[in-house]
Each structure stands twice: as structure tokens, then as C-alpha cells.
């Protein structure tokens, strides 16, 4: 087993480019979206800034999952090439992709040759699950061994999130009625969390610079209190933005 080759794949879910993918050496299973009964996929058939302008005009917008032909083609072509798969779908509390996933590993052709990591991740999260399945490949760890390792770290991680509308995430039923609640009051800046299985509320803020300040807060807790890294030396710490990369900055 020792020169065991390895292919680390994963959705578009994780912000992971094309480009990128390429120069870590992994796989991307582009997500679709439907715009108006159009299925796209993201980079594809549609810029960002095209998908911020259609949905600032309110196009119907709403997403789904890879179909198996789009995940199970990427793993046949990898497999045409290395032993085994590590396969790290976004979140199985936020969409039935994983779980479908899972499914499709038991078929025969593919039964102890992929490995789907359920560790829970979605967005920046998961881009870092990725990130390690890489240093764990390059340390010689087998397909099973990472997936392990991924789950067994899969609760260690926070998310904070400030959106301009809950529209969107309660259309797709990906929030706690908890936080759905909270998009009903009036002119608040909703502060949402994952931690784990689903999007769920945090707190209600007024301003945009109060959801900030919130948010860095809450991190520099976490860091202390639920991670015992209050100098940040255990931690990464990314951040993730729509379409405003002035606010980023």
C-alpha cells in the first residue's frame, strides 16, 4: 500500500476555483444553480458578476445538487488514474448531496476505492478540510485514514455569518426556524452560526459595523473559551465574502 495514489475531490461549495484546484492537485465537482428554469454552473456558464446581477434584478434563483452522472464521471476519470478517492462534500445538514454520495460509494465499482468524508464543512470550512486531506496525502496516510481524520475533527470549527436578506436560505429550508424568525423583524442584520449540522440564529444586530463587531467578538471567544487557543497559535481564521471585495478588505 505504500505508493498508494490518492485523488482529493470536493463541490464547489468550498470556493475552491478551478485554478486553484489545479495547482493542489484535486478534483471540483461544479454545483449547479437554476436561474429561471435554466440549470448554470458557477465560473461555467456564468460569471459572479453576472449571478450578483441577475439576482440584484430578481430572477428566480435557487440551487441543487450534482447529479450523480457530474460527481460519478469525475470519480470514474480519477480513478482511471490513482488507487483511491477522498471525497468531501459540503455539509450533509445543509443539502442530501453527501448523502447521495455516500450511496453512490457502495456501488461495486467504486466499494473500498472512495471514501466520502462527512465532516460537516461548507464554504471556508471546508475549503480547509480540503487543505488538510492535502498534507495528509502528502504524509502517506491511506484514503481511509483521512476520511477518519477529517471526521474525527469535524465539530472543530465555528462559522459566522451576516446576511443582507434570510430570503434565500429560508426558501431553501437551510435555516433553523429560530433564525427564520428573525428575518421577519424589521431592518435587523441577521448574525447566523453553523456549528455543525445547520444554519441557526446568533444574534440580531442593527448596523452592519454592529454585526461586525459581533462577529469578531464571537470568534475571539471561540478562540479562548471553546478552542483554548486564545493567542490563535491552534487556529485558522478565514473569511469568506459576496461580491464585495472593497468590504472584505
Known amino acids: ?13 468550498s470556493g475552491i476555483s478551478a485554478e486553484e484546484a489545479a495547482a493542489l492537485g484535486i478534483g471540483v465537482v461544479p454545483m449547479p444553480f437554476i436561474i429561471d428554469s435554466t440549470v448554470m454552473f458557477e465560473n461555467v456558464d456564468i460569471t459572479q458578476e453576472q449571478f450578483f446581477d ?3 434584478k430578481s430572477f428566480d434563483v435557487s440551487t441543487s445538487q ?9 470519480w470514474r ?3 482511471s488514474e490513482n488507487d483511491e478517492i477522498v471525497y468531501i462534500p459540503m ?3 445543509l443539502s442530501a448531496s453527501c448523502e447521495n454520495a455516500c450511496l453512490y460509494s457502495q456501488r461495486e465499482e467504486f466499494s473500498g476505492r472512495v471514501f466520502v468524508a462527512d465532516n460537516r464543512r461548507i ?3 471546508q475549503r480547509q478540510s480540503v487543505l488538510d486531506a492535502v498534507t495528509l496525502r502528502e504524509k502517506g496516510l491511506s484514503a481511509a485514514e483521512i476520511k477518519a481524520a477529517l471526521e474525527k475533527v469535524a465539530s472543530e470549527s465555528s462559522i459566522y455569518i451576516m446576511v443582507d436578506t434570510l430570503y434565500y436560505l429560508k426558501k431553501g429550508g437551510r435555516i ?9 423583524l424589521l431592518k435587523l442584520k441577521p448574525v447566523l452560526q453553523i456549528q455543525g449540522e445547520k444554519l441557526d440564529a446568533f444574534a440580531k444586530a442593527r448596523t452592519v459595523k454592529q454585526a ?6 464571537a470568534m475571539k471567544n471561540d478562540f479562548e473559551k471553546r478552542f483554548h487557543s486564545p493567542d490563535g497559535e491552534k487556529m485558522n481564521l478565514e473569511l469568506a465574502y459576496t461580491f464585495d471585495t472593497a468590504a472584505a478588505e
Open 54 to 56: 441577475r439576482l440584484g
Open 212 to 217: 461586525k463587531t459581533i462577529m469578531t467578538e
Open 77 to 79: 476519470e480519477a480513478l
Open 91 to 93: 455539509s450533509s445538514g
Open 1 to 13: 500500500r505504500k505508493n498508494m495514489k490518492i485523488a482529493i475531490i470536493t463541490d464547489s461549495n
Open 176 to 184: 433553523t426556524p429560530a433564525a427564520a424568525a428573525l428575518g421577519t
Open 123 to 125: 464554504s471556508v470550512t
Open 66 to 74: 450534482p447529479s450523480e452522472e457530474s460527481v460519478t464521471m469525475l
